[in-house]
T-cell receptor, first 117, second 116 residues
Framework: AQKVTQAQTEISVVEKEDVTLDCVYETRDTTYYLFWYKQPPSGELVFLIRRNSFDEQNEISGRYSWNFQKSTSSFNFTITASQVVDSAVYFC??????????????FGGGTRVLVKP | NAGVMQNPRHLVRRRGQEARLRCSPMKGHSHVYWYRQLPEEGLKFMVYLQKENIIDESGMPKERFSAEFPKEGPSILRIQQVVRGDSAAYFCASSRTGDSFGTEAFFGQGTRLTVV
């Protein structure tokens, strides 16, 4: 069975500080996908990134960066120079890469990020 | 190209009534997934459907909940005889194919069900 753990339930920072969100996953599959979603106070789910298990190259996109470490089953996410608009709940998720599973996602419990001005 | 459309956005039901949640997938998508988000929790998978077929319902409660995705029209998640514990946000996602290679699922804005 798959499992995603986000140990941090809430993080509070002051604007312009960096924030790193931890995500640890468990899966027996050798091929899988990892995701980060953002859920702002308005409630919708905003897709941020998808990585496949073959690609451990870390990525930077604007103020966002991701650190995928297959050896430790971690997929951490960093917001650099945080802004008030980054305040949201962030979810890490995992999917198998198989026809049987489709795009079924297993989500972590989420980390609430509060950025204070 | 419109995204995944869910309606209603907010639904209030009295205990014992039926709730019907609708999801219209993105154009060209024939795979639909329903998730439930209880207050202050993450999303939990409920059911995966393809047109006219239930592929995986391992996350569906055994009683009172059902889902369908007919050949024509939206996917429907039906909750009969609602109880207060059913109050949650219900999200629908759709994907073009049934595997995650090269594709991903897109989420609707959710339906927030409140049982009073």
């Amino acid at each position: 069975a798959q499992k995603v753990t986000q140990a941090q339930t809430e993080i509070s920072v002051v604007e312009k500080e960096d924030v790193t969100l931890d995500c640890v996953y468990e899966t027996r599959d050798t091929t899988y996908y990892l995701f980060w979603y953002k859920q702002p106070p308005s409630g919708e789910l905003v897709f941020l990134i998808r990585r496949n298990s073959f690609d451990e190259q870390n990525e930077i996109s604007g103020r966002y960066s991701w650190n995928f470490q297959k050896s430790t089953s971690s997929f951490n996410f960093t917001i650099t120079a945080s802004q008030v608009v980054d305040s949201a709940v962030y979810f890490c998720a995992l999917s198998e890469a198989s026809k049987a599973a489709g795009n079924k996602l297993t989500f972590g419990g989420g980390t609430r990020v509060l950025v204070k001005p | 190209n419109a995204g995944v459309m869910q309606n209603p956005r907010h639904l209030v039901r009295r205990r014992g009534q039926e709730a019907r949640l609708r999801c219209s997938p993105m154009k060209g998508h024939s795979h639909v997934y329903w998730y439930r988000q209880l207050p202050e929790e993450g999303l939990k998978f409920m059911v995966y459907l393809q047109k006219e077929n239930i592929i995986d319902e391992s996350g569906m409660p055994k009683e009172r909940f059902s889902a369908e995705f007919p050949k024509e029209g939206p996917s429907i998640l039906r909750i009969q005889q609602v109880v207060r514990g059913d109050s949650a946000a219900y999200f629908c996602a759709s994907s073009r194919t049934g595997d995650s290679f090269g594709t991903e699922a897109f989420f609707g804005q959710g339906t927030r069900l409140t049982v009073v």
